[in-house]
């Protein structure tokens, strides 16, 4: 059978982006390394079980500690992690692997390889992060005084919240993941330097850091302990909202145009 | 014939590292050898051409359109680069299809055009394994196969050989003059000469990110008058037809090799040379005749070495 | 040339050419060197000198306003508190300089070279542990020696006892107790994951998430015992143990030698994993 003879358009955006996502999500989700990140976030899921077998003395309620590991473990320390695990990956990953060419060399455009590529991340972040927040709340507070229908609500808007969380880390990394050669170190001062301490500096400069807006948006987080008690800064859910769905769009908006006109010389 | 591939004065720099410099050819139909050592711009060329970079300086052109951002042509274009890097985890079908999706082609069709590519490059049996177990020249062939699944018109082959067993090279050779033949323009590099002459006789010459000659490589050859060619003569007679060529004056040198008894001369006008030793052939007992030197090794380190 | 066909006999290896000794130390040689030629070490380490250099400036201020003394003493806990203070630049070390280490060769078939030489796999996993080791004692142990030496040479009335050099050993010991469980984990990260991105944020990912851990299990429990999840907490009671320190508020509780048990635990646990998993090849199914 002979193909047609093709007509030398560029494909649409949507498809393009659709076909390279079904290949990056089989690339990005079922590996060894998408394995440990979720043992790692299901951790809480198995501290929760002990305390359930083992009640400990301290006055905290199924449902209380519950929001001390979403606002803590996720949406303060463990996503920041993963956004930059696999985002950072999200073009550098097949430069490195040298598997970029193929999709330069196919009739779709830079704008559908980093949208698909993103998509993929997404999907990957998300599914590896919701069964884990999801079990968590269940293990913690079905069968307490409070039962698991209390704070059904909050439970979706803090899933709302991770997925915020990760898209806007996520195209933050993306970004340092097109821009520099070696992400991982810069990554990291980030996250432990500027959203570390910074985010908790009083005055004006938690305006400057994710975080600050990540955790506001978990409306039932718990008491802040130590320094974080005195000079924590929190925002309106809507501004939160607002500042980092703009962070995330301007960061991918970035990445897009500094990979569109990127050269990549993949060599043996 | 309508040119699918142009350079025009293209250059091509990493910081102070030229790589390409000045390079002006079109390719049309047919397969064309892409030649030069090591560091000599083949793979700048071949990554121009592909649209991977663009020139810092000049024009390279795919199909009448820019080649550096217009994936478009890509449509009709097909690459199987040097890089030994697949997606391991894949399947050789599912990573055939896989980017035959990308170009447009629904499953049902891209599974179609997987198998037969996979079947032109005999990795029918493996097909179903996936590609991180291959041996080194399944991986080869599987990236030819992606890069022929499309039925492209232009193919850019870098090194397509590397790591083929013999059968495997008669097989690939073959396919890629059979795509010449059928019109498509092919462009191979490679460094095994001997088999590049089987596949064509269109070569492009590179060295320093120059062209040092492009064309046929017999007129390539003829044009290199003030070379001259070197001929072996076998003979029962060795020293008698010594003293009556010594006497042509286009003779430059002539030699009698020691430890084979053969004739060495070197020679500007061959066809006159020719012509004499078939006169004196049954006086002499010439046995043999053959020019040693007019093959591509021979043309290109003459060339290189200026 | 006539062809031969030639008897197939059971032959004995008998090899005559015993192995060098200290085989691993051309390993650990270029290795450092590969790294010292990379600007961006260079300047991790300079950095990482900065907390000490503004330590040894407190101990010429202390000398000359005495009333500071009180404020700031200069004892074991002045030393603790500096050691404990590069632990974010080891870990920073630790990743840059330790999570391509097994995973680059791994990867792209560099352990095959090594192996092709006469040397074993102990042999190459002890020059990467000395790689990692000098490169993490540049951001440990020898700023917390220099700063030792530094502040008796400025303050001898307050170190130039006799008595004070038994800091030397303390700062070497919890040196060791930093240094070496985490050039076990990075090490496996790096054998583990093949890639040094992932190699280095899975170490993170073990570092931070045990610290979230302990935090959040010491939230809901109060228990000293929830610092056993945390390596940085076990290393801290380990550190405050072996400096007669008070230990802090979430494991004044933790006996130092359970910490003490999980962190040899974690360098055995190691050097095992190192030893089953860096092969050099490997079977693809």
């Known amino acids: 059978m002979t193909a047609e003879a093709p007509v030398l358009a560029i494909r649409p955006v949507w498809p393009g982006a659709r076909d390279v996502f079904f290949i990056s999500i089989e690339r990005m989700l079922p590996r060894a390394r998408s394995f440990w990140v979720f043992l790692l976030l299901a951790l809480p899921v198995v501290l929760g079980v002990l305390l359930r077998i083992y009640p400990p003395k301290a006055p905290l309620t199924g449902f209380e500690f519950y929001g001390v590991i979403v606002a803590l473990f996720f949406v303060r320390n463990l996503l920041p992690l993963v956004a930059l695990l696999f985002g950072s990956a999200l073009i550098s990953d097949a430069v490195d692997s040298k598997t970029l060419t193929y999709f330069l060399t196919r009739p779709v455009s830079r704008l559908s390889i980093f949208l698909g590529e993103f998509g993929a991340y997404l999907v990957t972040v998300l599914t590896l992060t919701v069964p884990c927040v999801v079990l968590t709340y269940l293990v913690l507070c079905v069968g307490t005084p409070q039962g698991a229908g209390f704070g059904a609500t909050d439970l979706v808007q803090d899933l709302g919240a991770c997925a915020l969380t990760l898209f806007t880390y996520g195209g933050l990394f993306a970004l340092l993941g097109v821009s520099l050669k070696k992400p991982l170190i810069p990554g990291l001062l980030f996250l432990f330097v500027w959203e570390g301490f910074v985010a908790n500096f009083p005055g004006d400069a938690p305006n400057y850091t994710i975080t600050a807006y990540a955790r506001s948006l978990i409306r039932h987080r718990p008491s802040e302990e130590g320094l974080a008690e005195l000079f924590s800064k929190f925002f309106g859910v809507g501004e939160s909202v607002l500042v980092l769905g703009s962070v995330g769009v301007i960061s991918l908006a970035l990445a897009i145009w500094i990979f569109s006109r990127r050269e990549y010389v993949i060599s043996s | 014939m309508t040119a699918r591939v142009v350079f025009k004065n293209a250059s091509r720099w990493y910081g102070p590292v030229m790589a390409l410099n000045d390079v002006s050819f079109e390719l049309g139909p047919g397969v064309y050898g892409l030649l030069g050592p090591n560091g000599a711009g083949k793979s700048s060329l071949l990554k121009l051409a592909s649209g991977q970079l663009r020139p810092s300086q000049g024009s390279v052109e795919l199909l009448g359109r820019p080649a550096f951002g217009s994936p478009e042509v890509f449509h009709s274009v097909g690459l199987c680069s040097d890089t030994d890097a697949l997606f391991d985890d894949f399947t050789g079908l599912q990573f055939v299809s896989a980017l035959l999706s990308l170009n447009g082609f629904d499953r049902a069709q891209a599974h179609k055009l997987a198998t037969e590519a996979i079947e032109t490059v005999d990795l029918k049996d493996a097909m179903h394994r996936k590609v991180g177990a291959y041996s080194k020249g399944m991986r080869q062939r599987i990236k030819l196969a992606q890069a022929l699944a499309h039925q492209p018109e232009v193919l850019f082959l870098d090194e397509p050989l590397t790591g083929m067993d013999p059968q495997n090279r008669k097989r690939i050779s073959d396919l890629m003059k059979r795509l010449g033949d059928e019109g498509r323009t092919v462009l191979v590099s490679t460094h095994i000469l001997h088999e590049l002459e089987q596949v064509t006789r269109r070569v492009l010459l590179i060295h320093n990110g120059r062209v040092l000659a492009e064309g046929d490589l017999r007129e390539i050859r003829d044009l290199l008058d003030r070379h001259p060619r070197s001929v072996r003569i076998k003979a029962t007679n060795t020293r008698g037809l010594a003293r009556e060529l010594v006497t042509l004056p286009d003779l430059v040198s002539l030699n009698i090799e020691d430890a084979t008894g053969h004739l060495l001369a070197e020679i500007r006008k061959p066809e006159a040379f020719f012509t004499k030793v078939q006169e004196l052939s049954g006086a002499f007992g010439v046995e043999e005749m053959w020019v040693t030197d007019e093959n591509l090794e021979s043309v290109f380190s003459y060339l290189v070495s200026k | ?285």
Request: glycine share 8%.
């Open chain 3, 1 to 285: 040339m006539s062809t031969q066909i030639y008897e197939q006999h059971y032959r004995r290896l008998d090899a005559s050419i015993p192995l060098r000794k200290q085989r691993w130390i051309p390993i650990a040689r270029e290795g450092l060197k590969a790294l010292i030629a990379l600007r961006a070490y260079l300047g991790l380490i300079a950095i990482a000198w900065l907390p000490t250099f503004g330590r040894l400036v407190q101990v010429y201020f202390i000398t000359r306003f005495p009333e500071a003394r009180r404020i700031v003493p200069i004892d074991d806990k002045f030393f603790f508190d500096s050691m404990a203070f590069q632990m974010p630049w080891m870990l920073l070390m630790a990743a840059f300089a330790g999570s391509g280490l097994i995973a680059n060769d791994m990867r792209t078939g560099g352990l095959l070279l090594y192996l092709s030489r006469p040397l074993i796999i102990g042999d190459y996993i002890l020059g990467k542990v000395s790689i990692l080791f000098a490169s993490l004692s540049m951001v440990t142990l020898v700023p917390g020696l220099v700063l030792f030496f530094g502040a008796r040479s400025l303050a001898p009335d307050i170190l130039g006892e006799w008595s004070h050099l038994m800091l030397i050993p303390k700062i070497v010991g919890f040196a060791l107790v930093t240094v070496l469980p985490t050039i076990g984990i990075v090490l496996v990260m790096s054998a583990l994951a093949r890639n040094a991105r992932f190699a280095g944020l899975g170490f993170f990912f073990v570092f931070v998430g045990s610290a979230v851990a302990q935090a959040i299990a010491w939230r809901a429990t109060r228990s000293s015992y929830a610092g056993l999840i945390s390596i940085q907490a076990c290393i801290r009671r380990v550190g405050e143990a072996i400096f007669g320190l008070k230990p802090s508020r979430m494991t004044a509780e933790l006996p130092p030698e359970l910490a003490f048990a999980v962190l040899a635990t974690i360098v055995v646990v190691s050097l095992y994993v190192l030893k089953t998993r860096v092969r050099a090849v490997e079977i693809v199914k």
